[in-house]
């Protein structure tokens, strides 16, 4: 099926022309207004439309490639792929937000389940594998984290001007985790979680308060660590299940809370 030029594109601004068409054409994919199977318009067509040459065209469909989200035939035109199916991670940040904004919830939900799934057993290699030099780097990151929660208001999870205040404890931990990853010394698992952390920056405040109760687990993070340093490593997968845990419960909770007025403001 080949699709008309009624996806209301837009002209590009000559600054960057193959980000333009990239942009555009990634985004009609994603929300769908592009389906798997369907024949992007010629590369004459698109240049007319978008106003661009035919070079920032190929450029952009060969990042379209590279992506997943269409496939080249040779002489045979351009298709929509299933990006389900033939992407990697690195979509994940795109699929997070809408083009107007909006959160994509199922995303979110699926983001935080993987990271639930994949902290125990990096926890669990780095115990294994971690290196003297990187013991001491987790140790004055965890004494960090029990400093700046020493420095927290009484109740950290309730008063809103105190999430402000949660601030120093994510970033410490955003750090901490960074650390045990280098310590797993697994290729994949730092990947995804460059992925993860990227994704994670886009909505950092909005998790301060779900994410309070594990950023807050102290006793839990001395227990990673002590698990690592006598490098036990169902030790360390237990305790940082344990941890995790905390902060999946905060999220479901506000996953729940945003889907029903999601649905109470539907006509």
Known sequence: MVIE????????????????????????????????????????????????????????????????????????????????????????????????????LPVARSIMEMRAALAPDIARLCAERRSPELLASIDEHVAQLARAFEALPADPSLAAPAARELEPLQLLSLELWDRIVQGADNIAYRLAFNTLRQTYEQIRDALLLPLAKELCAIDRYIELLDAIRHQDGFAAHRAATAIVQLGSGGMNAAFELLEHIHTEDRP
């Open 5 to 104: 030029m009624s996806l209301e594109l837009e002209p590009v601004p000559r600054s960057s022309l193959s980000d333009g068409v990239f942009e555009q054409l990634c985004a009609s994919i994603l929300t769908h207004r592009l389906t798997p199977g369907d024949t992007l318009p010629s590369e004459r067509e698109l240049a007319t439309t978008l106003q661009v040459n035919r070079g920032a065209i190929r450029e952009a469909l060969k990042r379209l490639s590279q992506a997943g989200l269409v496939e080249q035939r040779h002489g045979g035109g351009t298709f929509v792929r299933d990006y389900r199916r033939s992407a990697d991670l690195s979509l994940l940040p795109r699929l997070l937000f809408s083009p107007d904004g909006e959160a994509n």
